[in-house]
């Protein structure tokens, strides 16, 4: 019987050309109004409870590739370039917005069905460059309307991609056109996974990969490894289906590489005792929790960086007032830089205390600063929100944050420094994904 209408999703939830380029498919967006009330930036101090801790430089002890087989070669294919700009939802989410690299509004992608409830950056997949933010080739998403499928608007012609099967989770190669989806099924009582890749303009009619999981943990793709727009792998971890709870960060367990290069095989990077996190836009790096069955250790006192290629890692000192752990990890394009999201607090009791803050560090560790969520919520025109998710770095020193309490409705980006500083109103909505060149 088929049980995707009841995926329940664990995270928050984030997750393109002006009018001339785009007549038959973007209409010209109003300008977002700020709020109405900017306030003044505080100087990037840390409380004095939440001082960066130095962590000691180790070969990392917590983990060793688990298989002998090397990661696939990095290409340069694999966005090794800042974005040209982002997208976010609004309203009804029956459309996107896009914006440039300077945070200009400059269209409007219409989206109708599209589900925002979607697993988080995998919602929306812009399949091809978009210079200045001027997309002129498909952009894919997941709908959830009559049935879980996977859209496209192209050109301004919105039709059906992906039809006659359940798609719970879809990943694109950023700037191209491979992607990859997921579909779930019950059979004999256990969770069956099936993973498809494929380009916009055809292929994959057959899935590549299969699981069949009486614990009932699905396959998720992370990352899509691509080249010349041909799909060569896919990075993915698994998630129990269809729960719910007090749950801060996605309880993914294990990291696996699917290689579709000479024949396919499977390969075990991390293993279960571990959640990634994040993995760097050239696919290079990984940050992980411990974890038990995925669920990150909020007692446990580290988050690890750790290159798959040099096989060596660091230790993060987490705040010991961060009792729900540390997610969300995302790298500068440059891959000198990491940010992540900490949290304290239950969200689901009695009387609500949950909060959380973004950390931010260099690849070696060193802690430079931590923003709490009372900070940038000023910011937003909401002094109420508490949840504040580092999205993704605009370039190499700038960070996107997504600020909101309980009114998803009243979701905002803010953008900051490296260091803390330069702390500014960005755009309203959530967001959605990036856009390259």
């Given at each position: ?332 394009p440059d891959n000198q830089h990491v940010a992540w999201m900490e949290g304290a ?93």
């Amino acid at each position: 019987m088929k049980r995707s209408y009841w995926l329940v999703i664990l995270a928050v939830l984030l997750l393109a050309s002006t009018a001339c380029n785009l007549a038959t498919r973007m209409a010209q967006p109003t300008e977002p109004a700020a709020p109405p009330v900017q306030p003044q930036e505080p100087e990037p101090v840390n409380p004095v409870e939440e001082q960066p801790v130095e962590p000691a430089p180790t070969n990392s002890p917590s983990i060793q590739p688990t298989n002998t087989i090397p990661p696939p070669t990095p290409t340069t294919e694999v966005n090794p370039f800042a974005p040209s700009g982002f997208l976010t939802m609004a309203g009804d989410f029956s459309s996107l917005t896009v914006y440039d690299a300077q945070g200009q509004p400059v269209g409007l992608i219409q989206t109708p069905g599209l589900n925002p409830g979607g697993y988080a950056g995998g919602i929306v997949h812009v399949a091809g460059g978009a210079p200045n933010g001027n997309i002129n080739v498909p952009v894919i998403y997941h709908a959830f309307d009559d049935s879980t499928k996977i859209k496209q608007n192209n050109n301004g012609q919105i039709s059906d991609l992906i039809t006659g099967v359940e798609v719970t989770y879809m990943r694109g190669a950023p700037g191209q056109s491979a992607f990859a989806y997921v579909t779930t099924d019950w059979i004999n009582d256990a969770l069956v996974s099936k993973v498809y890749i494929r380009t916009v303009q055809g292929g994959g009619a057959a899935p590549f990969w299969e699981r069949n999981d009486p614990q009932i943990y699905a396959i998720i793709p992370l990352a899509v490894q691509a080249a010349n727009d041909e799909p060569q792998g896919v990075w993915y971890s698994l998630m129990p289906f269809g729960i719910g709870g007090d749950i801060v960060f996605p309880p993914h367990k294990g990291l696996y590489y699917l290689n579709l290069v000479g024949g396919g095989s499977e390969n075990l990077y991390l293993t279960d005792d571990f959640n990634p996190v994040g993995i760097s836009p050239d696919l290079t790096w990984v940050a992980y929790a411990a974890a038990d069955n995925g669920f990150v250790d909020g007692e446990n006192s580290r988050l690890t960086l750790y290159n798959l290629y040099t096989t060596v890692g660091i230790d993060i000192p987490i705040n010991p007032a961060s009792n729900r752990g540390a997610g969300y990890a995302v790298f500068s394009p440059d891959n000198q830089h990491v940010a992540w999201m900490e949290g304290a607090g239950w969200l689901m009791a009695e009387v609500p205390d949950f909060h959380s803050k973004v950390v931010i560090a260099n690849i070696d560790g060193v802690i430079i600063t931590g923003i709490r969520d009372d900070i940038l919520a000023g910011f937003t025109g909401d002094p109420s929100a508490y949840m504040i998710q580092p999205m993704g770095w605009l370039d190499n020193e700038t960070l996107i944050v997504e600020v909101r309490g309980d009114d998803w409705g009243n979701t905002s980006l803010v953008k900051v420094r490296f260091d803390g500083s330069g702390i500014e109103y960005l755009a309203p909505g959530r967001f959605a994904g990036f856009i390259y060149p």
